[in-house]
């Protein structure tokens, strides 16, 4: 069974400077996903295909399907750092450094079998499953060294099934060591880290009684530039180190070997694939090569931890996402996704022959005589309508023609269905194809109308292809009432199509034709005006009487006349009072001042009676759009109330 382990210090690099996989081919979050706040180790155990995850901040082990789901959990593994499984997959081992112990667990159910006390402060770690033992690491930045937990000491023998002092004569670490395991060495185990000024690494032999080292190194970031992550090397007496370096080692000695591009961490599957973090994707790598055959992308949140299933099937990764870190299994990671472009004229003429170009490559071969599918969608065609296949040329590259019966959004679509190395991929691009503009007007723009006038708008449509419909819409100034689709329907034979409005308010009429495949869309618009309804009515006058042709209100002149105006309500609004006084053949302005409607929409002014007689004068109450509170109807004059006051 395979594990593996990283630096804390690398990953809160990674935290900061990776990111979020966002991969189609990745399992796909839900409510029941594996979530992490702080990540403590990831395994996943090849019998029971599950993935373990730990979260030291919570003290609890998630277990996940291989799609990424949450199946289990337990709680009360304090400060749980790592994890590793046994050989026979039955048994999962967890690193709890903070009750210093090593916690074995049923793997199937997740059940404490065992608790391990470590006998220091100072870990455990990191912990592997090799030769039989779960081996862990422990010490702080003066020190460090390995412990073993033995399972197969029975409990009541006496013996301490727990050793600590285990790192062998001749190698010495600082701070709890990096360890990795590989299945097709099971005895093997590798340690790294890196000190205050120095970083060490071995590969130690743990497949007898006790630990013996067969390589060891120590320098001052001379064969690397720290140690952040450990790798043992299936089928090569090799070691990974930072997910890039290829370092190998015999008679003792280590020594560079080659290199992957720059990654910061890494996991190798047991058939040599290598999965490495590198910046803002995952790529895979076949042993020893420096073009990925496959990359998954990622965004800005960072992935802490990943791990390979073990019979090579799939990368389980632990995402950022808003809610911590999010179990993703990224699947066929031996599949190459090639590169696909589609390259169209942005705008084209409608009938007349366009071309379209693009690429396909890929970082492994492609087979010769590939075959592209292509689809053209228009507003013909929504669902698509297939055209002859292209087939690429020996350089990646294709072209085809077409001549699109249909204007507006024309789509083109290339796609490559894979093969037994590649994945299917496709590619698009749009064309603006040209459309006649058709003929559509909208009567009454600009007219006046009382209020509560019925008017009939009319649209009419010229010419098109196959769409004669219109839609009318009324939007009442004010937003206490919304735009409001009135009609839509087919124009008659003449091209009209009518409505009828209710004029209580200003309103913009729309009428929208909404194009076809020859015709493009057009919309007109159309604001006719509504007046509102005034009427003022007077009292505490005697009688009503003409002088000269004008009908008159008769006052006494000490009594004060109510004027009480009825006007169409709306919220705030107020109706401006006008005064005029006559003298010498002429009306004079004497006051204007506004006053506020009731609900009722009515308003009652008193003027103050002018004490002497022979006094004529005349009143009127006015909608001024704007300045009587709102802009709902356009500018309305009542008629004009003549008074007049004798003894």
Do not use: C
Not at 507 to 527: L, M, N, Q, W
């Amino acid at each position: 069974m395979r594990t593996r382990s990283i630096s804390t210090a690398t990953a809160l690099a990674v935290l900061f400077s990776s990111a979020v996989l966002s991969v189609a081919a990745a399992g796909s979050a839900s409510a029941a996903s594996a979530v992490v706040t702080s990540p403590g180790g990831i395994v996943a155990d090849g019998a029971l295909k599950r993935v373990f995850v730990g979260d030291s901040s919570t003290g609890k082990i998630l277990a996940a399907d291989y799609s990424g789901a949450l199946v289990d959990s337990v709680s009360g593994i304090s400060g749980v750092s790592d994890l590793a499984v046994s050989d026979d997959g039955a048994t999962l081992y967890a690193a709890a450094g903070g009750s210093h112990e090593i916690v074995a667990l049923d793997a199937a159910t997740l059940d404490i079998k065992a608790r391990y006390a470590v006998a220091t402060d100072t870990g455990p770690r990191y912990v592997a499953f090799a030769g039989g033992k779960a081996w862990f690491s422990y010490g702080d930045q003066w020190s460090g060294n390995l412990g073993s937990v033995d399972p197969a000491v029975d409990p009541v023998s006496g013996t301490d099934a727990v050793a600590l002092g285990q790192l062998p004569a001749g190698a010495m670490i600082h701070d709890p060591a990096l360890l990795d395991t590989d299945p097709s060495a099971p005895g093997l185990l590798a340690v790294g880290q890196t000190g205050i000024s120095t970083d060490s690494m071995a590969v130690v032999d743990v497949s007898g009684t006790t630990a013996q080292l067969l390589a060891y190194y120590s320098g001052d970031y001379t064969l690397n530039s720290g140690i952040g992550d450990i790798d043992l090397v299936p089928g090569a007496p090799q070691v990974l180190i930072n997910g890039a370096q290829r370092d190998a080692y015999a008679d003792g000695k280590f020594s560079a070997a080659g290199a992957y591009p720059s990654g910061q961490k890494a996991d190798v599957a047991a058939n040599g694939l290598v999965a490495q973090v590198s910046g803002a994707k995952v790529a895979v790598y076949r042993p020893d090569t420096t073009q990925p055959l496959r990359t998954y992308a990622t965004s800005t949140s960072g992935t802490a931890d990943l791990t390979w299933a073990p019979d090579s099937s799939r990368i389980f990764a632990l995402v950022g996402t808003s809610g911590g870190y999010t179990l993703k299994a990224l699947t066929d990671p031996t599949l190459n996704v090639p590169s696909l472009t589609a390259n169209a004229p942005s705008t084209a003429t409608r009938g007349k022959q366009l071309t379209v170009t693009g690429k396909l490559s890929a970082t492994v071969p492609l087979p010769s005589g590939v075959k592209l599918q292509v689809t053209r969608t228009d507003l013909e065609s929504p669902s698509g309508k297939a055209l002859p296949a292209v087939t690429v040329k020996a350089d990646g590259t294709y072209t085809f023609t077409d001549t699109p019966p249909a204007g507006g959004t024309v789509t083109y679509k290339v796609a490559y269905a894979g093969d037994a190395a590649h994945t299917a991929v496709s590619a698009s691009d749009k064309v603006a194809v040209s459309r006649t503009t058709p003929t559509l007007t909208l009567n009454k723009n600009g007219n006046v109308y009382s209020y509560g006038t019925d008017v009939a708008f009319t649209a009419h449509l010229g010419s098109t292809y196959k769409n004669r419909s219109v839609e009318i819409w009324a939007n009442p100034f004010g937003s206490d009432k919304p735009n409001k689709l009135v009609k839509t329907g087919k124009v008659n034979s003449s091209g009209n199509i009518a409505v009828w409005v209710d004029m209580t308010r200003d309103t913009e009429i729309t009428a929208i034709f909404k194009g076809d495949a020859r015709y493009a869309p057009r919309t007109v618009k159309s604001t006719a005006y509504a007046r509102v309804r005034i009427s003022t009515a007077v009292s505490k006058h005697y009688k009503t009487a003409k002088i000269g042709s004008t009908s008159y209100y008769w006052f006494h002149k000490s009594t004060d006349p109510l004027l009480t105006t009825t006007m169409t309500y709306y919220k705030g609004r107020q109706q401006r009072f006008d005064l005029q006084v006559y003298s010498g053949g002429k009306w004079y302005s004497a006051d204007s001042e506004y006053f506020a409607l009731g609900t009722s929409g009515k308003s009652a002014v008193s003027l103050e009676a002018p004490g002497r007689s022979g006094i004529r004068a005349r009143m009127r109450s006015v909608y001024v759009n704007g300045s009587s509170g709102d802009n709902v109807n356009t500018t309305t004059y009542g008629s004009w109330k003549y008074l007049y006051f004798s003894n």
